[in-house]
């Protein structure tokens, strides 16, 4: 068995001399100690990201379909609806 690299390949983490995996992403021999990365080569952008690209967010919003704001706008009116002929009975506000 080779000795471990000073850094994973794969995540990047140190790796204690002696360790049979990655403590950070359990990478081992098997499943990726190499030099280098899959990703090496492939000319792929920083961490950062580009100044002049807009990120995208990883949840993006959905607007609410217009079915449940026609469901909650109901559920108002009969509650309001219920409120205006308990108020005109005199069972509600005393």
Do not use: F, K
């Amino acid at each position: 068995m080779r000795p471990p690299p000073e850094s994973c390949a794969n995540c990047g983490a140190a790796i204690p001399p002696g360790a049979r995996a990655c403590p950070e992403c359990g990478a081992d021999e098997r499943t990726g100690w190499r030099e280098g990365s899959v990703y090496d080569g492939l000319d792929l952008p920083d961490d950062g990201g580009d100044e002049g690209t807009p990120r995208r967010s990883a949840a993006r919003r959905h607007p609410l379909p217009w079915y449940w704001l026609a469901a909650g706008l109901l559920v108002l009116l009969v509650l309001a609806l219920q409120a205006l002929r308990l108020w005109s009975r005199g069972r509600l506000g005393r």
